[in-house]
Every structure is written in C-alpha cells, then in structure tokens.
C-alpha cells in the first residue's frame, strides 16, 4: 500500500515551501541519509546479510528491543505487545534506516531494526518507535479511503494522532532524541503534535478564526485532518516526518517498504480482537486502549463503526470497571517488578499463541529462550493482619500465571507456610519478617522442605508491623505496605523498594 504514487505535497508551490521547511525542522529533518533499501525487504537471507561492523551493536539493539517489548507487555500496552507477538521474525538489518514493520504478500509480518538507530535512540526512543509503528499499521487499517491517504495533509494528522497517543501512553512529555554521530546535537525524532498546534493555533489567528483547544485539536484523528485544512496554508508532512518509514527519495513515502494491505488486515483485526478479549477478561489496559481507539476513530464513518461492531469494542463500554480510580501501587509494582526481571532475559515471541498466557493484569506475548533460566518470584503474604482479597486477586495476575516466571507463595505470621492464591487463610499471632527471610534465603524448612532457589524478587505483603530485616539480597526485595501499616523498608538502610497498596477502593 505504501508503494502507491503519491500526489506532490502541496508543499511543493513556491508559495508554501517556506512551511514545508520549517515543518521539517519541527520534525528533526536531516536524518534519512539511506537510500531506497537495495534488497528485498521480505527476504530474509538478504536482510540478515546487512549487518552492521560491530556485533556488539546488533546485541544491544535485540536487548534493547526485547527490554521495550517486555514493558508493553507488562504494562503499557496490550495492542502494541500483541502486534509484535505476530511479527514471527524480527530482524536487526542495515537494510532500513530506522524501523519498520513489513506485511509481505503471503500473510506473515516481519519487523526489521536498523541496530545503529536503535542504539542511538536508547530504549525510551525504541518503545516510542515500535509503538508508533503498531499506531500506523492500525491508522492505515482504520482509514483506507483512497482520496484521504493521497492527501499529504492527512498524511502529518496521521503523525500528529499517532504522536500524541504515543507520548500520551507512555507518560512522555517530548519526542525522543536521536544523536547520530559523535559530537552530534540531539535530535527529536519524529513530529511533534504540540509544535504542529502551535502554526495551527498562530495560523488560524491571524484569519480571525476561533481555534479549537490542543485537548480538542488531537481529540479524533479526522479531527486533527479537518483543523489542519482550516489553515490558510495547511501544514503538509516532511518527507522525513515518520521515523519509521524508510525514506527513499522523498517522492515516494515508504520507500517501498511492503504493506500488503490484506495482510494488514489479518494482523491488525487479530490483534485488536485479542486486546477486546484481553479487556473483557478484565484487562484495564486493554479495556483503556480499545475505548481510545473507539474514540479517536469517531466520525471515521460506516466501514469503522461495522469493525468496532463485529469485535464488540462497544460492549466495554458498558461494564462497568470495579473502580476508575487509577491505581498507583498496581503501576509501581508492574514497573518496579518489570525492573527486576529484566535483567539478562532473552524473550521470545511464541508462535502458538496457545503459549500465550494470562498475566501481569493483561496477555504478554512473552517467554524466555530455553537457554534462558527461568525467573522466580516469591510472594509473602502477611497474615497477621486483614489482608485485602483485592490485592492477592491482583498478584495471582500479575506473577501467577506469567510463562517464563515461576512463582512460589507463602503466608506467614509468627510462622511460615504454604499458600495457594484462592484459598482461605487464618492468620495466627505474631509476626516475623526474619523467618521469611530465613525461608527465602533457603535456611528455613517449610513443610519440611528448604526454598532451593535464589528469588530474583521477593514481594512481602504485610502492614510492617514487626522487627526491620536486611535480606541478602535486599535489591530483590519489593515491599507492599497494607492500610495503615509501616512502610519502614523505605527508610531502612540500604532502602529498599516500597509502597503503599491503597485498598480503600470499593
Ligand atoms: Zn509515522
């Protein structure tokens, strides 16, 4: 689909020219120096022929690509994770300047990384780009009408939609940089939609139009399109806008990178269909994602309101979250644990998505390599107070059932003992931290059996009420604070990571 002609940018009169550059500018133009890639972007002998000098960058890249699509996975975004869970191969290859996702003719989805970019972009750049990516591939399902995708102007509302959901969704306040060479000047990588508001917002005020809010500008993707043809000279998309899409000689956006738009199609509808699935198991960050696009698509007309229709999208709308309230701990926790277990692993992307399974609130397409050790998580529940039902629920998701963690759990009060998330426990009197510890660091029999693995974290569950501990290991330690406990971990020496778990909620 790409590879169709496009019409000239209107940027291209002499009259509108001096727009077109600084709408460049905006964009951090100058990066595309490659040229129309010299091999076949679907074959992959040729595409792993182009390697860069230094192996040491292609491994950085892979690490740096797995570390982003872990964090899509357990936390930022279900749509994304499950889009390059369908990318059966991701190739690092000098044969694309940036990144890029290929849909090739017979169905399959090949991601290929330029690893020198993505080592220069560091992994807040690499989530922004394959987040974008995935933003794309859905933009170009959603919006296939041919009179629209020909006109350049829709072509930068599509980066500005895209733009904003991403630094919106990744809770980021600017575009990332890109230093390319040494000595370099960082340069952001990409359009950015507050720029683009400001020409509009100056535009429309010297016609003594009323322009809308940027809340309101950025609020539909058509949205953006329309207030964009309100300018008396509507901003057009630089040839380099997109930092995925392989420039090749400006005429020609896409640079020939294959977008079968079947196989478009089949990707992104399956991949939407697992994140409504995800949403409706309860899933808020899919339920959130989907009611997004569901938003921003509004007013796209007949085509998209059948495709929400058949995937049920409408339907979340009527159930209703056990609470609204965003949860901070939940995010802590995701995140903080994300950190522990990221370290040294090597995921992969199984093919079976019967391999798939529940976890971390929403469906992580994610194992480790076999050679891989398996990540062990402990969780202590403290049962010497009230423990919130809510938040054991949470745990089971997040760690229980996560392919490549085996988690292990345990209560404890005054002593130690198995726990199977589910089911009632008692507590007794007493509490100790220390025999926890003891049990964790394998020195304490429980049932009599020692704990004979080291835990790459340790998550305690308790309101702290009870002599301080320093583990071995206290980085591996992940300290959950009830109502009105003690969250002395966090001033223990050395520190260590705690929060509080509001339960308040109803
Ligand atoms: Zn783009």
């Known amino acids: 689909m790409t590879t169709r002609q496009r019409k000239e940018p209107a940027g291209d009169s002499p009259g509108r020219r001096p727009r077109r550059r600084a709408s460049a500018r905006v964009a951090g133009g100058g990066r595309h120096v490659a040229a129309r890639p010299a091999v076949d972007l679907t074959d992959r002998q040729a595409l792993l022929a182009c390697q860069p000098d230094d192996p040491a960058v292609v491994e950085q890249a892979r690490q740096l690509k797995d570390a982003a699509l872990l964090d899509f996975g357990v936390r930022d975004s279900v749509v994304v994770s499950w889009l390059y869970a369908k990318c059966h191969h991701q190739i690092p290859t000098t044969a694309v300047a940036t990144a890029a996702v290929v849909a090739a003719g017979d169905g399959s989805c090949l991601l290929l990384y330029n690893p020198e970019f993505f080592v220069q972009i560091g992994l807040a750049g690499v989530k922004f780009v394959l987040f974008h990516e995935v933003r794309h591939l859905v933009h170009r399902h959603l919006y296939i009408d041919e009179e629209l995708r020909a006109d350049p102007v829709f072509d930068l509302a599509a980066e500005v939609s895209i ?173 903080t644990l994300a950190s522990k277990l990221r370290d040294g692993t090597r995921l992969v992307y199984p093919k079976k998505q019967g391999a798939v399974l529940l976890a971390l609130g929403h469906d992580p397409m994610l194992s480790r390599r076999g050679q891989e050790r398996t990540k062990v998580v402990l969780i202590a529940l403290d049962t010497s107070g009230s423990m919130p039902d809510a938040v054991v629920e949470w745990l089971t998701s997040l760690v229980g059932q996560t392919d490549g963690v085996e988690s292990h759990w345990v209560s404890f009060d005054g002593v130690v003992m198995p726990f199977v998330p589910g089911e009632r426990v008692h507590g007794g009197g007493g509490t100790n931290f220390q025999n926890v510890v003891d049990y964790a660091e394998g020195r304490l029999p429980v049932n009599g059996r020692r704990f004979e693995e080291r835990p790459d974290a340790v998550i305690m569950v308790t309101d702290g009420y009870a002599a301080e501990v320093t583990p071995a290991d206290p980085d591996r330690w992940i300290w959950l604070i009830t109502d009105g406990g003690d969250d002395w971990p966090d001033r223990h020496h050395p520190p260590m990571a705690c929060h509080r778990v509001h339960t308040g909620e109803r």
Not at 189 to 211: K, N, S
Not at 271 to 286: F, K, L
Not at 316 to 329: A, D, Q, S
């Open 163 to 335: 733009n904003h959901v991403v630094l919106t969704r990744l809770g980021r306040k600017d575009l990332p940089t890109r230093v390319a060479g040494p000595g370099g000047k960082p340069e952001p990588v990409g359009v950015d939609p507050r720029a683009v508001y400001r020409r509009y917002r100056a535009d429309l005020a010297q016609q003594q139009l009323t322009p809308l809010s940027y809340a309101d500008f950025v609020a539909t993707d058509l949205g953006v399109y329309h207030e964009l043809k309100r300018m008396s000279t509507p901003l057009v998309a630089p040839a380099d806008a997109c930092v995925h899409l392989v420039a090749a000689d400006g005429a020609e956006r896409g640079g020939g990178v294959p977008a079968d738009p079947e196989t478009v199609a089949l990707v992104v509808e399956a991949t939407m269909a697992e994140a409504v699935r995800a949403a409706h198991r309860g899933n808020g960050v899919a339920r959130g994602e989907m009611l997004d696009l569901l938003d921003r698509s509004e007013g796209g007309g007949e085509r998209i309101s059948r495709l929400w229709g058949s995937l049920g999208v409408g339907a979340l709308r009527g159930e209703t979250p056990k609470t609204r309230r965003v949860e901070w701990w939940k995010r802590w926790l995701a995140d």
